[in-house]
């Protein structure tokens, strides 16, 4: 059984300094894989790019990406692409890292994977982010929904105003009025698309 997957890395992706690649910084793009069967799989990178392909136990964690890296690959696939072979159990999850061997290389590339079942690939988003300030506090919390198809993940933004010494009167009145709310924005889908 064979599956297709296609992205592409831009100047909006995110960056990370890879294993063996010094202090520089490299485009990345880093998906969960769960297999439902335990089998060998193999990973086939395509593109115009050289690309690097890393497999992690979870959790992949980009500031440290030596910790929990099972094997990385920078050849093996046609044209400088990565290969990479593994054998998973069944249920096991891994983070495959698709980057670039040289550090400002962006454009398309597909993954090729195959293997006697199919594999549950989604993208991973490796943490929560929280920024504070003195008035505002925004939280974005990140899940993966593991499925087939379509590749979906969501991305939820809260903003809650907290008040100061200063604003405390102001927001007093203005609650028996009108109740201050915290803002919750829509979830945002990102989506890939399957061969």
């Known amino acids: 059984m064979q599956l297709c997957y296609e992205n592409v890395l831009t100047r909006n992706s995110t960056k990370f300094s890879r294993p063996g690649g010094g202090e520089l910084t490299y485009y990345y793009m880093a998906f969960q894989v769960t297999a439902l069967t335990s089998a060998s799989y193999k990973f086939v990178g395509y593109s115009r790019m050289d690309t690097y392909g890393y ?19 920078d050849d093996g696939g046609s044209q400088g692409n990565f290969q ?21 290389d962006i454009g398309e590339f597909n993954i090729s994977i195959h293997g006697p079942a199919q594999l549950s690939l989604t993208p991973y988003i490796s943490a929560s982010n929280t920024v504070t300030n003195t008035n505002e506090t925004t939280s974005v919390e990140t899940t993966a929904k593991t499925t087939a198809t379509p590749i979906i993940t969501t991305a939820t933004t809260v903003t809650t105003k907290v008040a100061t010494k200063k604003s405390t009167k102001r927001t007093t009145r203005r609650t028996k009025k009108k109740p201050i709310r915290p803002t919750i924005t829509a979830p945002t889908a990102v989506t890939g698309r399957w061969n």
């Open 55 to 73: 497999l992690y136990t979870l959790p992949f964690i980009p500031s440290s990406p030596q910790s929990n890296l099972v094997v990385a690959k």
């Open 84 to 104: 990479i072979t593994v054998a998973f159990t069944v249920t096991q999850s891994m983070i495959l890292v698709v980057t670039t061997y040289h550090p400002e």
